[in-house]
């Protein structure tokens, strides 16, 4: 029952979290949809704070380990501190937990993974390494992503052995396999994670508090020992041996998104209000090193009205891009830079995701889309184009050359070579309008891959730890989708590891 209870709580909030981006620079909006959301918040999770977070009263003075954020890294972290043999304490500054992860809906990449085996998939982790490295435009941290890749299907194998089965495979822009893993059917991956994790938390009896907002990292000869947090109206500061931060990126924040790439101004962001640096943040005062803090990835398929993000999953599993003029106008499955740059060149700056009932059927995070009426549709291509203003005639003839290729597995127009496993025929036929937004802060906290924060002379800050967003150098200039839910869980786990090791 009580599971029950959590997955219930756990699908509302996700679906909370999706509703809940805002438009950088437009203070009034942002401002009334922070109320709409806090308002929101509080009432979903009032029975979440019964039932599935601790009692600020039961908040205690020290722990072994202080983690800092509850999303997928931070609930990670916590699991593997716990197996270890550590008492780890969980403080997240939103009314729920999950953060981003919430809203991630692809999937998470991993290579040589028995789900991929028991398909006849044949991939690599040195494939998966050298993709990764080109899609980053040759900029990632060869390191982390070494220790990324090399780590990833054991990660797949963790979440598995704690009943968070991800056997479902898709493929994603910049990759060459179906190593895309997602829930069995085909749902999007963040909630479902968030749960699984969620749940784990709890049978460990790991403390959890939400409502409860870090302000500073406090160190002692020149090793970190605590934090200072704020919850239930007052100040305490709580003692630990070690400290692992995981609060995410600044995709959320419009003055330091402005300050490192001002002609973002404006743009819609598909990031969860609390994604605002605070971590990043705390971690330079007390000397920690940055890198790439101006990498900020926008993604091509964004609902605007919303800024919710339409997954990638849509592309991979057979969907195209079309102009207003109802044409084709890039390689659907390229990077996420380069289909939001050709975008960017049409008129409209905006365009078209066009899909079947067949990628319906695959990809359910669809449904939600529809419900939140985004998705236009028609029983034929023709009535589809009258939907969104379209030339029928031109439309028509941009899915059948579209389908001819997938037919002869060659597209002579923009040579895309993945996603191509089923054309667009079976009816009805969808569309939603969408643009690019801010969805990714590739910058952040320069660690090693025992997740160590670094300072400014490349040295290790004593008792420090992060993973997650917050991180930078993994995904160097440009990340691939479903890599970030792979990065949480991989150093996720290893942060929560290593503090345990400090601390011995």
């Given amino acids: 029952m009580k599971n029950k209870v959590l997955k219930t709580v756990t699908t509302s909030l996700a679906v909370m979290f999706l509703l809940a981006g805002c438009a950088g620079g437009k203070e009034t909006a942002k401002k009334d949809e922070t109320k709409k959301t806090e308002s929101s918040s509080s009432e979903v999770t009032t029975g979440a704070s019964e039932k599935g977070y601790t009692d600020p009263k039961e908040l205690k003075d020290e722990y072994d380990i202080v983690i800092v954020g509850a999303g997928g890294a931070g609930m990670a972290a916590a699991i593997e501190a716990k197996d270890e043999g550590k008492n780890p304490v969980i403080l997240e500054k939103m009314p729920v937990a999950g953060g981003n992860t919430l809203k991630s809906s692809s999937g998470m990449n991993a290579s040589e993974t028995k789900f991929q085996k028991d398909q006849g998939i044949k991939d690599s982790n040195d494939k998966f390494y050298e993709e990764t490295l080109k899609g980053g435009h040759g900029t990632n941290d060869k390191e982390l992503l070494r220790y990324y890749v090399d780590n990833s299907a054991d990660a797949i194998d963790w979440l598995d052995g704690m009943g968070i089965k991800l056997n479902n495979l898709t493929i994603t822009g910049g990759m060459s396999e179906k190593r895309t893993h997602r829930p069995e059917d085909g749902s999007a991956v963040g909630g479902y994670l968030v749960d699984g994790l969620l749940r784990n938390v709890h049978e460990k009896k790991i403390p959890i508090f939400v409502n409860a907002d870090v302000t500073e990292i406090t160190e002692k000869d020149n090793t970190v020992d605590g934090v200072k947090v704020k919850i239930d109206k ?6 630990s041996k070690a400290v692992v931060v995981t609060t ?4 959320a924040n419009p003055e330091m998104l402005e300050k490192e790439k001002p002609e973002l101004k404006g743009y819609v962001t598909t990031n969860s209000e609390g994604s605002t640096g605070d971590g990043i943040k705390m971690i330079e005062k007390l000397g920690g090193q940055t890198v790439d803090m101006d990498q900020i990835q926008i993604h091509p398929t964004v609902q605007q009205d919303k800024g919710i993000l339409i997954g990638e999953a849509v592309r991979g599993e057979g969907g195209i891009l079309v102009s207003q003029e109802g044409k084709r106008f890039v390689n659907e499955m390229d990077t996420r830079d380069n289909v939001s740059a050709a975008e960017n060149k ?23 889309y529809e419900k939140q009426g985004f998705v236009k549709k ?72 025992k997740t160590e924060v670094l300072d400014k002379d490349g040295k290790a800050i004593k008792g420090l730890y992060a993973s997650g967003e917050l991180t930078g150098g993994l995904h160097g200039e440009n990340r691939i989708g479903g ?3 792979g990065d949480i869980i991989v150093f996720g786990r290893q942060s929560g590891k290593q503090a345990s090791e400090f601390i011995k």
């Fill in 248 to 251: 995410g990126g600044y995709g």
């Fill in 378 to 449: 028609s029983d034929t291509v023709e009535g589809l184009a009258k939907e969104i203003d379209m030339d029928a005639k031109t439309l028509k003839e941009t899915v059948d050359t579209w389908n001819k290729a997938v037919a002869d597995k060659k597209d002579s127009e923009f040579n895309r070579e993945t996603g191509m496993d089923n054309g667009l025929e079976k009816a009805d036929f969808y569309a939603i309008k969408i643009a690019p937004g801010i969805h990714y802060t590739m910058g952040g906290v320069k660690i090693n891959d």
């Fill in 234 to 239: 007052k100040e305490k500061e709580i003692k």
């Fill in 483 to 485: 890599n970030s839910v």
């Fill in 346 to 368: 049409l008129k409209e700056k905006s365009s078209y995701l066009i899909f079947d009932a067949g990628v319906k059927e695959r990809v359910k995070a669809i449904d939600f």
